[in-house]
């Protein structure tokens, strides 16, 4: 090979890597920010000063709505762009999240329970909310009074629940639309919990979805149901967290099963999964920190799962290095709902 044919393909791949890396980005999701609130959804001020730091130096921090738009609309954002979003609106997040987040001039979104803001003490109240929005900080839905969405009345049928639940949503953007001025129809859905026809009939009405399994979003991602990596309680060590933040999409369809309410622990979990940058055999999967044993057809990937016999929250996560840059991951995150013998969902 001459050497203008050496640079000609030096520069194609720096183009192809230009471009993969642009169609990326991470959601990090924070409820508490102190010291005196349950600590599996907190994380300290100290701790989430050094979060912030580091994304200042190494990372491009955008406003939640640019980002989700850019992948819609299949524009490119900047190489490991992120957006910062909270949960359920702490009056924490204004006494110690807020004055660093202005420090750093970063964009942030807080979805809230509309009903709840001024009434309940460690809520942030509306003059709060509007004080905050005046600099920057956006505010989307999280339904009116933050329930388990898929429990059922007693006698409810599934179609009384799907629209009891969406005017559950609707009721509460409508709020925020005549506090606030605007509706970004985004909903995040509390306890991370959802199934198929919720996801699809809010998305029927234009709304996005974020969850709270692990993963990196593109263009190709469910926008029903976007990932967003937690990054209190046991997941804000920074030494963890920065791979997370490097990590990418991973190129998964055809999951199986589709849905993500169990009534029994399926046998295995399948995907396909597109191939140009990763190579199916060093896709590794975890449940519970174990990796699952798996079986590869060409691109298909089969898991064999451990057993899931709890009610509660599970998640099946799969990752894959790079081709393009080994020391970045494809991730894919799997949720598992089950509840109770008697419907119940556990808080």
């Not at 230009?18 to 609130?37: E, F, M, R």
């Amino acid at each position: 090979m001459d050497i203008r044919s050496f640079l000609i393909s030096i520069t194609f791949t720096l183009f192809s890597i230009q471009l993969w890396a642009n169609d990326n980005a991470v959601i990090l999701v924070y409820h508490h920010v102190s010291t005196s609130t349950p600590p599996v959804t907190s994380v300290s001020p100290e701790t989430f000063h050094e979060h912030m730091s580091y994304l200042h130096k190494h990372h491009t921090v955008l406003p939640l709505q640019q980002i989700v738009e850019s992948l819609q609309n299949n524009q490119q954002l900047p190489d490991k762009a992120v957006a910062i979003t909270f949960d359920d609106g702490y009056e924490n997040i204004y006494d110690n999240a807020h004055p660093i987040m202005q420090e750093f001039k970063f964009p942030y979104t807080i979805f809230v329970n509309p009903p709840l803001i001024g009434k309940a003490h460690y809520q942030l109240d509306w003059q709060q909310v509007k004080e905050m929005a005046s600099q920057g900080v956006s505010f989307a839905n999280h339904g009116n009074h933050h329930p388990h969405m898929l429990t059922r009345e007693i006698n409810e049928t599934e179609d009384a629940w799907l629209k009891r639940s969406i005017e559950d949503v609707q009721k509460a953007e409508q709020h925020l639309t005549e506090k606030l001025g605007y509706s970004l129809k985004y909903f995040a859905y509390p306890y991370g919990e959802f199934n198929n026809r919720l996801k699809t009939g809010l998305a029927e009405l234009g709304y996005v979805g974020f969850a709270q399994h692990s993963g990196a979003i593109a263009s190709y991602s469910d926008f029903s149901a976007l990932p967003r990596f937690p990054a209190a309680g046991i997941y804000s060590n920074l030494k963890t967290l920065k791979v997370k933040l490097n990590s990418l999409a991973m190129p998964v369809s055809q999951v199986f099963p589709s849905d993500s309410v169990i009534v029994a622990s399926p046998k295995s979990i399948t995907f396909n999964v597109d191939i140009t940058d990763l190579n199916t055999h060093q896709i590794n999967c975890f449940q519970n920190n174990k990796v699952l044993p798996k079986s590869v057809i060409d691109k298909h990937i089969i898991l064999t799962q451990n057993p899931i016999d709890t009610a509660g929250r599970h998640k099946i996560n799969c990752t894959a290095p790079s081709k393009k840059s080994p020391s970045r991951y494809y991730w894919f995150s799997k949720p598992l709902f089950m509840a109770t013998p008697d419907g119940q969902w556990l808080d």
